[in-house]
Protein backbone atom coordinates (compact mmCIF):
# COMPACT_ATOMS: atom_id res chain seq x y z
CA UNK A 1 0.00 0.00 0.00
CA UNK A 2 1.21 3.68 -1.09
CA UNK A 3 2.25 5.63 2.00
CA UNK A 4 -0.30 9.17 1.80
CA UNK A 5 2.36 11.97 1.15
CA UNK A 6 1.95 14.88 3.66
CA UNK A 7 0.36 18.25 1.97
CA UNK A 8 2.80 20.62 2.97
CA UNK A 9 0.87 23.99 3.92
CA UNK A 10 1.08 26.98 1.19
CA UNK A 11 2.50 30.46 1.77
CA UNK A 12 1.68 33.13 -1.08
CA UNK A 13 4.47 35.39 -1.31
CA UNK A 14 3.99 38.92 -2.97
CA UNK A 15 6.55 41.30 -3.86
CA UNK A 16 7.90 42.98 -6.71
CA UNK A 17 11.29 42.98 -5.92
CA UNK A 18 12.52 39.31 -7.09
CA UNK A 19 16.06 39.35 -4.47
CA UNK A 20 13.50 39.60 -1.62
CA UNK A 21 11.02 37.69 -3.19
CA UNK A 22 13.44 34.56 -3.70
CA UNK A 23 15.00 35.24 -0.56
CA UNK A 24 11.88 34.86 1.52
CA UNK A 25 10.71 32.14 -0.60
CA UNK A 26 14.00 30.01 0.02
CA UNK A 27 13.54 30.49 3.68
CA UNK A 28 10.03 29.00 3.73
CA UNK A 29 11.17 25.70 1.53
CA UNK A 30 13.95 25.48 4.47
CA UNK A 31 11.29 25.72 6.47
CA UNK A 32 9.03 22.68 4.55
CA UNK A 33 6.65 24.58 3.37
CA UNK A 34 5.19 24.94 -0.02
CA UNK A 35 5.52 28.25 -1.95
CA UNK A 36 3.96 30.32 -4.45
CA UNK A 37 5.00 33.74 -5.67
CA UNK A 38 3.21 36.88 -7.31
CA UNK A 39 5.02 39.73 -8.48
CA UNK A 40 1.68 42.53 -7.44
CA UNK A 41 -1.69 42.73 -6.12
CA UNK A 42 -3.56 41.50 -9.29
CA UNK A 43 -1.62 38.59 -10.13
CA UNK A 44 -1.76 37.75 -6.27
CA UNK A 45 -5.45 37.93 -6.42
CA UNK A 46 -5.78 35.49 -9.49
CA UNK A 47 -3.89 33.16 -7.15
CA UNK A 48 -5.98 33.49 -3.84
CA UNK A 49 -8.79 32.66 -6.49
CA UNK A 50 -7.90 29.72 -7.94
CA UNK A 51 -5.61 28.06 -4.93
CA UNK A 52 -6.22 27.59 -1.23
CA UNK A 53 -3.06 29.29 0.70
CA UNK A 54 -2.49 29.12 4.65
CA UNK A 55 -0.53 32.54 4.72
CA UNK A 56 0.17 35.32 3.01
CA UNK A 57 3.20 37.40 2.69
CA UNK A 58 2.69 40.99 0.95
CA UNK A 59 4.73 43.94 0.62
CA UNK A 60 3.39 46.63 1.18
CA UNK A 61 3.72 49.07 -2.06
CA UNK A 62 4.08 47.80 -5.42
CA UNK A 63 3.05 49.20 -8.78
CA UNK A 64 -0.46 48.23 -9.14
CA UNK A 65 -1.38 48.84 -5.80
CA UNK A 66 -0.62 47.89 -1.73
CA UNK A 67 -0.59 45.57 0.64
CA UNK A 68 -3.62 46.84 1.78
CA UNK A 69 -5.40 45.96 -0.71
CA UNK A 70 -4.85 42.72 -0.44
CA UNK A 71 -5.40 42.43 3.12
CA UNK A 72 -9.19 44.12 2.44
CA UNK A 73 -9.74 41.77 -0.52
CA UNK A 74 -9.27 39.09 1.88
CA UNK A 75 -11.23 40.33 3.92
CA UNK A 76 -14.04 41.04 1.79
CA UNK A 77 -13.83 36.93 0.34
CA UNK A 78 -14.06 36.21 4.24
CA UNK A 79 -11.08 34.10 3.97
CA UNK A 80 -9.33 32.03 6.59
CA UNK A 81 -5.82 33.02 5.33
CA UNK A 82 -3.59 34.82 7.65
CA UNK A 83 -2.10 37.77 6.13
CA UNK A 84 1.52 39.69 7.16
CA UNK A 85 2.37 43.08 5.55
CA UNK A 86 6.07 43.91 4.88
CA UNK A 87 6.65 47.72 5.08
CA UNK A 88 9.80 50.41 4.75
CA UNK A 89 11.72 50.39 7.92
CA UNK A 90 10.18 52.85 10.23
CA UNK A 91 7.18 53.59 9.12
CA UNK A 92 4.88 52.09 12.03
CA UNK A 93 2.19 54.11 10.03
CA UNK A 94 1.32 51.68 7.66
CA UNK A 95 2.02 48.71 9.75
CA UNK A 96 -0.70 50.31 12.28
CA UNK A 97 -3.18 50.54 9.55
CA UNK A 98 -2.67 47.52 7.96
CA UNK A 99 -3.30 45.37 11.25
CA UNK A 100 -6.43 47.31 11.83
CA UNK A 101 -7.74 46.52 7.93
CA UNK A 102 -7.23 42.65 9.49
CA UNK A 103 -3.27 41.68 8.85
CA UNK A 104 -2.21 38.78 11.37
CA UNK A 105 1.15 40.64 11.72
CA UNK A 106 3.54 42.67 9.92
CA UNK A 107 7.55 42.74 9.05
CA UNK A 108 9.89 45.87 8.85
CA UNK A 109 12.40 45.79 6.02
CA UNK A 110 15.48 44.75 6.14
CA UNK A 111 13.15 41.55 7.10
CA UNK A 112 15.09 40.08 9.75
CA UNK A 113 15.00 35.99 9.12
CA UNK A 114 14.40 34.97 12.22
CA UNK A 115 11.63 37.22 13.07
CA UNK A 116 10.00 35.71 10.00
CA UNK A 117 10.29 32.06 10.79
CA UNK A 118 9.09 33.05 14.68
CA UNK A 119 5.84 34.70 12.41
CA UNK A 120 5.58 31.93 10.11
CA UNK A 121 5.79 29.47 13.12
CA UNK A 122 3.03 31.31 14.90
CA UNK A 123 0.88 31.79 11.96
CA UNK A 124 0.57 28.35 10.46
CA UNK A 125 0.66 26.84 14.64
CA UNK A 126 3.60 24.51 13.04
CA UNK A 127 3.19 21.11 15.18
CA UNK A 128 4.87 21.33 17.71
CA UNK A 129 7.66 18.81 19.04
CA UNK A 130 6.74 15.68 21.51
CA UNK A 131 8.09 17.50 24.41
CA UNK A 132 6.18 21.01 23.82
CA UNK A 133 3.09 18.90 23.62
CA UNK A 134 3.40 16.94 26.60
CA UNK A 135 4.30 20.56 28.46
CA UNK A 136 0.84 21.97 26.85
CA UNK A 137 -0.92 19.00 28.18
CA UNK A 138 0.60 19.15 31.56
CA UNK A 139 -2.09 20.86 34.42
CA UNK A 140 -3.75 22.41 31.97
CA UNK A 141 -5.83 26.04 32.45
CA UNK A 142 -8.86 23.98 33.37
CA UNK A 143 -12.32 26.05 33.04
CA UNK A 144 -15.44 27.10 31.92
CA UNK A 145 -16.73 30.65 34.28
CA UNK A 146 -16.56 33.71 31.98
CA UNK A 147 -13.68 34.61 34.87
CA UNK A 148 -11.77 31.80 33.34
CA UNK A 149 -12.40 32.08 29.38
CA UNK A 150 -11.55 35.93 29.46
CA UNK A 151 -8.65 34.83 30.46
CA UNK A 152 -8.05 31.96 28.14
CA UNK A 153 -9.02 34.21 25.18
CA UNK A 154 -6.43 36.64 26.16
CA UNK A 155 -3.51 34.07 26.20
CA UNK A 156 -4.49 32.96 22.94
CA UNK A 157 -3.59 36.25 21.52
CA UNK A 158 -0.60 36.90 23.90
CA UNK A 159 0.90 33.80 22.09
CA UNK A 160 0.97 35.18 18.70
CA UNK A 161 2.91 37.97 19.52
CA UNK A 162 6.49 38.70 21.64
CA UNK A 163 5.10 41.76 23.70
CA UNK A 164 6.03 41.72 27.32
CA UNK A 165 3.64 40.78 29.50
CA UNK A 166 2.44 41.34 33.05
CA UNK A 167 0.52 38.80 34.93
CA UNK A 168 -1.54 39.76 37.70
CA UNK A 169 -3.29 37.78 40.31
CA UNK A 170 -3.46 36.83 43.94
CA UNK A 171 -0.88 33.92 45.31
CA UNK A 172 -1.61 30.39 43.73
CA UNK A 173 -4.01 31.51 40.68
CA UNK A 174 -1.55 29.97 38.03
CA UNK A 175 0.00 33.05 37.18
CA UNK A 176 3.71 30.45 35.97
CA UNK A 177 0.79 28.54 34.62
CA UNK A 178 -0.42 31.41 32.54
CA UNK A 179 2.94 32.33 31.45
CA UNK A 180 3.97 28.55 30.58
CA UNK A 181 0.73 28.44 28.12
CA UNK A 182 1.61 31.84 26.78
CA UNK A 183 5.13 30.22 25.43
CA UNK A 184 4.00 26.90 24.82
CA UNK A 185 1.67 28.11 22.75
CA UNK A 186 3.74 30.68 20.75
CA UNK A 187 6.41 30.45 17.96
CA UNK A 188 9.35 30.17 20.76
CA UNK A 189 7.95 26.90 22.21
CA UNK A 190 10.60 24.90 21.32
CA UNK A 191 13.11 27.29 23.16
CA UNK A 192 13.65 27.23 27.18
CA UNK A 193 11.43 28.69 29.23
CA UNK A 194 13.32 29.75 32.26
CA UNK A 195 10.91 30.53 35.67
CA UNK A 196 12.39 32.97 37.99
CA UNK A 197 11.38 33.62 41.59
CA UNK A 198 12.89 37.08 41.80
CA UNK A 199 12.18 37.02 45.58
CA UNK A 200 14.16 34.19 46.64
CA UNK A 201 17.57 35.07 45.48
CA UNK A 202 19.56 37.03 48.14
CA UNK A 203 20.52 40.58 46.69
CA UNK A 204 24.41 40.01 46.44
CA UNK A 205 23.79 37.13 43.83
CA UNK A 206 21.29 38.82 41.90
CA UNK A 207 23.23 40.21 39.36
CA UNK A 208 25.19 36.76 38.80
CA UNK A 209 22.23 34.79 38.77
CA UNK A 210 20.75 36.91 35.69
CA UNK A 211 23.65 37.94 34.04
CA UNK A 212 26.20 35.17 34.58
CA UNK A 213 29.62 35.27 35.35
CA UNK A 214 33.10 34.85 34.35
CA UNK A 215 35.27 32.97 36.21
CA UNK A 216 37.61 34.77 38.55
CA UNK A 217 35.25 37.44 38.88
CA UNK A 218 34.53 37.09 42.40
CA UNK A 219 36.08 34.49 45.44
CA UNK A 220 34.70 31.17 44.29
CA UNK A 221 33.95 32.06 40.43
CA UNK A 222 36.08 29.07 39.31
CA UNK A 223 34.48 29.08 35.55
CA UNK A 224 32.64 30.84 33.52
CA UNK A 225 28.72 30.18 34.09
CA UNK A 226 25.25 31.74 32.08
CA UNK A 227 22.70 33.55 34.06
CA UNK A 228 19.42 33.52 33.52
CA UNK A 229 19.46 35.57 30.27
CA UNK A 230 21.35 33.26 28.89
CA UNK A 231 19.59 29.98 29.68
CA UNK A 232 16.61 31.53 27.95
CA UNK A 233 18.05 32.74 25.32
CA UNK A 234 15.38 32.28 21.98
CA UNK A 235 12.54 31.76 24.72
CA UNK A 236 10.69 33.23 27.65
CA UNK A 237 12.27 34.55 30.75
CA UNK A 238 9.27 34.34 33.62
CA UNK A 239 10.27 36.78 36.47
CA UNK A 240 8.00 35.48 39.25
CA UNK A 241 7.03 37.96 41.90
CA UNK A 242 9.21 40.72 40.45
CA UNK A 243 8.29 43.69 43.19
CA UNK A 244 10.60 41.86 45.45
CA UNK A 245 13.57 43.07 42.89
CA UNK A 246 15.53 45.94 45.01
CA UNK A 247 16.02 49.43 43.20
CA UNK A 248 19.38 48.56 42.24
CA UNK A 249 19.00 45.54 40.13
CA UNK A 250 15.89 47.11 39.07
CA UNK A 251 18.28 49.70 36.95
CA UNK A 252 20.59 46.66 35.34
CA UNK A 253 16.97 44.67 34.39
CA UNK A 254 15.71 47.81 32.71
CA UNK A 255 18.66 48.54 30.42
CA UNK A 256 19.03 44.49 29.91
CA UNK A 257 15.17 44.51 28.67
CA UNK A 258 15.86 47.92 26.43
CA UNK A 259 19.23 46.88 25.09
CA UNK A 260 18.55 43.48 24.38
CA UNK A 261 22.20 42.99 25.58
CA UNK A 262 23.98 41.61 28.94
CA UNK A 263 27.00 42.03 30.46
CA UNK A 264 28.55 38.96 32.58
CA UNK A 265 30.21 39.94 36.22
CA UNK A 266 33.52 40.31 35.67
CA UNK A 267 33.08 40.26 31.91
CA UNK A 268 33.90 42.99 29.27
CA UNK A 269 31.88 42.00 26.30
CA UNK A 270 28.54 42.60 26.07
CA UNK A 271 26.33 39.72 24.83
CA UNK A 272 23.42 39.88 22.39
CA UNK A 273 20.40 38.13 24.22
CA UNK A 274 16.89 37.28 22.64
CA UNK A 275 14.38 36.66 25.44
CA UNK A 276 10.75 37.42 25.81
CA UNK A 277 9.95 38.64 29.30
CA UNK A 278 6.85 37.56 31.44
CA UNK A 279 6.48 38.99 34.92
CA UNK A 280 4.28 38.72 37.73
CA UNK A 281 3.67 39.50 41.43
CA UNK A 282 0.56 39.22 43.67
CA UNK A 283 1.52 42.61 44.94
CA UNK A 284 -0.15 46.07 43.54
CA UNK A 285 2.85 47.07 41.42
CA UNK A 286 1.22 50.61 40.69
CA UNK A 287 1.24 51.04 44.56
CA UNK A 288 4.79 49.96 44.76
CA UNK A 289 5.54 52.93 41.90
CA UNK A 290 4.09 55.52 43.90
CA UNK A 291 5.72 54.50 47.55
CA UNK A 292 9.29 54.48 45.49
CA UNK A 293 9.77 50.86 45.62
CA UNK A 294 9.15 50.12 42.01
CA UNK A 295 10.57 52.03 39.19
CA UNK A 296 8.10 53.95 36.90
CA UNK A 297 10.32 53.26 33.94
CA UNK A 298 10.62 49.81 34.48
CA UNK A 299 6.83 49.48 34.87
CA UNK A 300 6.21 50.54 31.60
CA UNK A 301 8.40 48.30 30.27
CA UNK A 302 6.96 45.37 32.00
CA UNK A 303 3.29 46.33 31.60
CA UNK A 304 2.58 46.27 28.14
CA UNK A 305 0.05 43.73 28.01
CA UNK A 306 -1.74 43.33 31.35
CA UNK A 307 -2.99 39.19 31.66
CA UNK A 308 -5.44 39.09 35.07
CA UNK A 309 -5.70 35.41 36.26
CA UNK A 310 -8.97 35.24 38.36
CA UNK A 311 -9.82 33.90 41.88
CA UNK A 312 -10.80 30.39 42.18
CA UNK A 313 -13.74 32.18 43.76
CA UNK A 314 -14.44 33.48 41.09
CA UNK A 315 -15.19 30.74 38.59
CA UNK A 316 -18.29 29.57 39.95
CA UNK A 317 -18.70 25.75 39.77
CA UNK A 318 -15.09 25.27 38.10
CA UNK A 319 -13.65 24.91 41.23
CA UNK A 320 -15.32 20.87 40.73
CA UNK A 321 -13.88 20.93 37.16
CA UNK A 322 -10.42 21.56 38.70
CA UNK A 323 -10.52 19.89 41.71
CA UNK A 324 -11.52 16.45 39.89
CA UNK A 325 -8.73 16.70 37.60
CA UNK A 326 -6.49 17.20 40.68
CA UNK A 327 -7.71 14.37 42.20
CA UNK A 328 -7.14 12.37 39.60
CA UNK A 329 -3.59 13.88 39.06
CA UNK A 330 -2.90 13.07 42.46
CA UNK A 331 -4.08 9.65 42.50
CA UNK A 332 -1.27 8.72 39.25
CA UNK A 333 1.21 9.85 41.15
CA UNK A 334 1.00 8.48 44.42
CA UNK A 335 -0.41 5.07 42.41
CA UNK A 336 -3.85 5.50 44.73
CA UNK A 337 -7.63 4.95 43.55
CA UNK A 338 -9.46 7.74 42.17
CA UNK A 339 -11.76 8.69 45.09
CA UNK A 340 -15.36 10.74 44.00
CA UNK A 341 -16.95 13.67 45.81
CA UNK A 342 -19.78 13.31 47.69
CA UNK A 343 -22.54 15.98 47.21
CA UNK A 344 -22.10 17.57 50.54
CA UNK A 345 -18.10 17.89 49.70
CA UNK A 346 -19.43 18.58 46.43
CA UNK A 347 -21.51 21.76 48.05
CA UNK A 348 -18.80 22.88 50.52
CA UNK A 349 -16.12 23.20 47.53
CA UNK A 350 -18.56 25.19 46.01
CA UNK A 351 -18.86 27.35 48.80
CA UNK A 352 -15.55 28.13 50.12
CA UNK A 353 -13.91 31.15 49.66
CA UNK A 354 -10.25 29.44 48.85
CA UNK A 355 -8.49 32.50 49.53
CA UNK A 356 -4.70 30.43 48.52
CA UNK A 357 -6.88 29.60 45.41
CA UNK A 358 -6.04 26.68 43.75
CA UNK A 359 -2.36 25.60 45.30
CA UNK A 360 -5.06 25.82 48.60
CA UNK A 361 -7.24 23.43 46.78
CA UNK A 362 -4.42 21.02 45.69
CA UNK A 363 -3.06 20.99 49.28
CA UNK A 364 -6.56 19.86 50.81
CA UNK A 365 -7.25 17.36 48.65
CA UNK A 366 -3.87 16.01 48.95
CA UNK A 367 -5.08 15.68 52.88
CA UNK A 368 -8.44 14.75 51.60
CA UNK A 369 -7.53 11.70 50.26
CA UNK A 370 -4.72 10.83 52.20
CA UNK A 371 -7.88 11.17 55.33
CA UNK A 372 -10.78 9.65 53.12
CA UNK A 373 -12.20 6.21 54.47
CA UNK A 374 -13.36 4.05 51.55
CA UNK A 375 -14.01 5.43 47.71
CA UNK A 376 -15.41 8.76 48.56
CA UNK A 377 -14.08 11.98 50.02
CA UNK A 378 -16.83 13.26 52.46
CA UNK A 379 -17.34 17.16 54.07
CA UNK A 380 -15.37 15.97 57.23
CA UNK A 381 -12.31 14.97 54.71
CA UNK A 382 -11.92 18.36 53.43
CA UNK A 383 -11.67 19.69 56.78
CA UNK A 384 -12.55 23.54 55.45
CA UNK A 385 -12.27 24.86 59.13
CA UNK A 386 -13.07 28.88 57.81
CA UNK A 387 -16.03 27.27 55.75
CA UNK A 388 -18.62 28.59 57.72
CA UNK A 389 -16.18 30.90 59.90
CA UNK A 390 -15.27 34.45 58.82
CA UNK A 391 -13.79 35.22 55.61
CA UNK A 392 -11.09 37.69 56.85
CA UNK A 393 -9.89 34.88 59.25
CA UNK A 394 -9.57 32.98 56.42
CA UNK A 395 -7.59 35.06 54.92
CA UNK A 396 -5.70 35.80 56.89
CA UNK A 397 -4.99 32.20 58.31
CA UNK A 398 -3.41 32.11 54.67
CA UNK A 399 -1.62 35.22 54.62
CA UNK A 400 1.04 33.90 57.29
CA UNK A 401 3.91 37.53 57.74
CA UNK A 402 5.14 37.72 54.34
CA UNK A 403 2.82 40.40 53.01
CA UNK A 404 3.34 44.32 53.25
CA UNK A 405 1.27 45.45 56.19
CA UNK A 406 -0.60 47.67 53.13
CA UNK A 407 -1.35 45.00 51.00
CA UNK A 408 -2.83 42.68 53.89
CA UNK A 409 -4.86 44.69 54.79
CA UNK A 410 -6.14 45.68 51.43
CA UNK A 411 -6.67 41.92 51.26
CA UNK A 412 -8.51 41.76 54.50
CA UNK A 413 -10.95 44.83 53.25
CA UNK A 414 -11.50 43.58 49.90
CA UNK A 415 -12.74 40.02 51.56
CA UNK A 416 -15.27 41.65 53.60
CA UNK A 417 -16.52 44.04 51.29
CA UNK A 418 -17.25 41.43 48.68
CA UNK A 419 -19.08 38.86 51.20
CA UNK A 420 -21.01 42.17 51.90
CA UNK A 421 -21.98 42.75 48.44
CA UNK A 422 -22.55 39.05 48.13
CA UNK A 423 -25.55 38.93 50.64
CA UNK A 424 -27.13 41.84 49.85
CA UNK A 425 -27.19 41.37 45.79
CA UNK A 426 -24.67 43.90 45.54
CA UNK A 427 -27.10 46.55 46.97
CA UNK A 428 -24.17 48.85 47.58
CA UNK A 429 -26.46 51.35 49.97
CA UNK A 430 -27.29 48.33 52.15
CA UNK A 431 -23.59 46.64 52.37
CA UNK A 432 -22.62 49.96 53.69
CA UNK A 433 -24.99 49.51 56.57
CA UNK A 434 -23.74 46.16 56.91
CA UNK A 435 -20.11 47.46 56.70
CA UNK A 436 -20.87 49.99 59.50
CA UNK A 437 -19.83 52.05 57.43
CA UNK A 438 -21.33 55.27 55.02
CA UNK A 439 -22.18 54.72 51.23
CA UNK A 440 -19.57 57.41 50.16
CA UNK A 441 -16.84 55.50 52.08
CA UNK A 442 -17.66 52.32 50.63
CA UNK A 443 -17.85 54.03 46.81
CA UNK A 444 -14.25 55.29 47.79
CA UNK A 445 -13.57 51.46 48.90
CA UNK A 446 -14.68 49.50 45.69
CA UNK A 447 -12.71 52.64 43.34
CA UNK A 448 -9.20 52.00 44.95
CA UNK A 449 -9.80 48.23 45.78
CA UNK A 450 -10.83 47.85 41.94
CA UNK A 451 -14.25 46.10 43.22
CA UNK A 452 -16.67 45.86 40.11
CA UNK A 453 -20.37 43.79 40.02
CA UNK A 454 -18.06 41.09 37.79
CA UNK A 455 -15.73 40.55 41.35
Known amino acids: MAKKSKVLPRVLVVDDEPDLADLLELTLLKMGLAVETANGVIAAKALIDKQHFDLCLTDMRMPDGEGLDLVRYIQSKGLDLPIAVITAYGNTENAVAALKAGAFDYLAKPVALEQLRALVKSALKIEATPAVKAARRDRPLLGDSPALQHALVLIEKLAR??????????????????????????????????????????????????????????????????????AAHGGTLFLDEVADLPLLMQVKLLRAIQERKVRKVGGVQEEDVDVRIISATHQNLSRCVEAG????????????????????????????????????????????????????????????????????????????????????????????????????????????????????LDRVEKVAIIAALDKTGFNRTQAAKLLGVTFRSLRYRLERLGITQDE
Open 161 to 230: NQAPVYVTGESGSGKERAARTIHSCSSRADQPFIAVNCGAIPENLMESEFFGYRKGAFTGAQEDREGFFQ
Open 293 to 408: RFRQDLYYRLNVIELKMPALREMGNDVLLIAQFLVEDIAARHGMPVLAFTAAAKDALCRYDFPGNVRELENLLERAMALADGQQIDIDDLQLQHASGDKAEAVAANLGDTYPLQDY
